[in-house]
């Protein structure tokens, strides 16, 4: 079984609809981490959360915005989709104890806004 | 704040070749390193990892990489790469000296292994 899954898988929306993005672990992790891949761009972070309590803003968090429900779920919302939102979603996680901060990922999410 | 340039954006390769990708990342007292393998519609998962100590990592299907600090570089290479090594490949640095020490990645490589 996927230690982090991410759902859905594949999603196709029209500019202005809000969509959210879902992502469980069963890796006891305490931190996690949404994250955009465009070509070229590699991935950028969107949102991250090194607790129940803690969220925090990362390089792109424009017109996005995030939610942790319980240490094992976090989830990603579009409020109002635009065309420029299309990409390939990661959700990742990471255990505080490591000192590398070794992040591992979801299968990702392949979101396209027309 | 720490940046991470992967200087080819597609390496071409025929099978049985070998391949090196290339990795630069700005400069800092200390840094972990990583190679991250993304093959085709999957996530990212770790080929290897840089902490301390000797300076040539060995990880998973092969492939190594060397710590170099006074060029700041970290390339991956294999010997020999077969067709199943046909994936993107990420490089990323976190900084320990950072609040949160969080990853920075580069662009990505596209490795495309021919027959």
């Known amino acids: 079984d996927a230690d982090v899954t991410q759902t859905p898988r594949n999603r196709i929306t029209k500019t202005g609809k809000r969509i959210m993005l879902e992502c469980s672990q069963t890796k006891g992790h305490d931190r996690m981490y949404w994250y955009r891949q465009d070509p070229g761009l590699g991935l950028r972070l969107i949102y991250y959360?090194?607790?129940?309590?803690?969220?925090n803003k990362g390089e792109i968090s424009d017109g996005y915005s995030v939610s942790r429900q319980a240490q094992a779920k976090f989830s990603l919302s579009l409020e109002s989709a635009i065309p420029n939102q299309t990409a390939l979603y990661f959700c990742a996680t990471s255990d505080l104890g490591l000192a590398d901060n070794e992040q591992f990922f979801g299968p990702g999410t392949r979101l396209t806004v027309l | 704040a720490q940046s991470v340039t992967q200087l080819d954006s597609q390496v071409p390769v025929f099978e049985e070749a070998p391949v090196e990708l290339r990795c630069n990342y700005s400069s800092s007292v200390s840094v972990y390193l990583f190679w991250y393998v993304q093959y085709p519609n999957q996530g990212l998962q770790l080929l290897l990892k840089?902490?301390?100590?000797?300076?040539l990592v060995k990880g998973i299907n092969g492939f190594e990489a060397e710590f170099n600090k006074s060029q700041t570089s970290f390339h991956l290479r294999k010997p020999s790469v077969h067709i199943s090594d046909t994936a993107e490949y990420f490089c990323a640095v976190s900084d320990p000296g950072n609040a949160g020490n969080m990853l920075t990645f580069g662009g990505g490589t596209r490795l495309m292994v021919k027959p």
């Open positions: 840089y902490l301390s100590g000797s300076t």
């Open positions: 959360s090194f607790d129940v309590k803690d969220i």
